[in-house]
């Protein structure tokens, strides 16, 4: 097949929805040392749907939390105003991530299932590894795979051709999307992120989520997302066909300081949360 050109990309990147009004204020207000708790509250109560939702997954097994939430002011009380910001972007990717994307072998909910493990997983190793920003670490591994939404449709042509060479020729899926279409995921993904004016260890880290060591921005951010992804590779959540072979980085491990048993506790800690299926709420 013929392969893409950027100007292609940007157009598909540009058919993209843009993020909602109310997530851009939430984003806002959740920057601004001023802002309250009602500011927030205020804004997310202009969307029922949102605001139940919010709810629906601020009260889901991974938060944790021991009594129920029942109201937007509490779930920002108790949770803070980052993690309300990382849940409400969920909420608002989760239609697009919820497609079925045929082109990468992924039947409908199960990049969203991926996306938000990947997400879940991220926040759990930023704790064990120390690192301040948690929430953009959920939210950077949520966002890893957005691309795949992108090349769908040329994936879909490309298919066989790419299965049969990450077979044959023992290359991992990333370098065979390059070889064939002349992009991948992970680049197109970068794109999406530039286009919702989100920050740049954001956009590195789904740029490079699978060469962590060529990052220079957040090195910590991107080896994160990296372990994140591959973790629930791992525990075989919609994996799809670029799961067929996919290289941890000894880097990555090395810079956060894991080892082997670390990841093992990270994927029971993660398995006994997915028991939960609210914490893969759909629309």
């Not at 991974?62 to 993690?83: E, H, M, Q």
Request: with cysteine; aromatic share 6%.
């Amino acid at each position: 097949m013929t392969r893409l050109s950027m100007d292609s990309i940007v157009e598909a990147v540009n058919d993209l929805p843009s993020l909602p009004h109310i997530v851009v204020k939430i984003m806002e207000l959740t920057e601004d040392p001023d802002s309250t708790a009602q500011d927030i509250s205020n804004v997310l109560s202009q969307d029922q749907a949102m605001t139940a939702r919010v709810l629906r997954l601020a009260n889901s097994a991974f938060y944790g939390f021991p009594r129920r939430i029942s109201t937007i002011n509490d779930a920002i009380v108790f949770l803070g105003f980052k993690t309300i910001r990382s849940i409400v972007m969920a909420v608002s990717v989760s239609g697009i991530l919820s497609r079925e994307v045929e082109g990468y072998a992924l039947e409908q909910g199960e990049l969203w299932r991926h996306s938000q493990c990947s997400a879940m997983a991220a926040r759990l190793i930023a704790r064990k590894a120390k690192f301040a920003i948690v929430d953009l670490a959920y939210t950077a591994a949520l966002l890893h795979d957005i691309g795949k939404v992108i090349l769908n449709s040329y994936m879909k042509e490309a298919y066989h051709e790419v299965v049969a060479k990450v077979g044959e020729e023992n290359k991992s899926f990333i370098e065979t999307e390059n070889e064939v279409l002349g992009f991948n995921h992970a680049v197109v993904g970068a794109r999406v992120a530039e286009k919702w004016n989100l920050p740049p260890e954001l956009v590195e880290a789904i740029a490079l989520h699978h060469h962590p060591e060529q990052a220079e921005i957040n090195k910590r951010l991107t080896a994160i997302v990296h372990l994140g992804d591959a973790v629930c590779v791992m525990m075989g959540i919609g994996i799809g066909i670029d799961g067929m072979l996919y290289p941890v980085s000894g880097e990555a491990l090395n810079l956060l300081g894991f080892k082997e048993a670390d990841i093992e506790m990270i994927i029971s800690e993660l398995a006994d949360v997915f028991a939960d299926q609210q914490s893969f709420y759909d629309n």
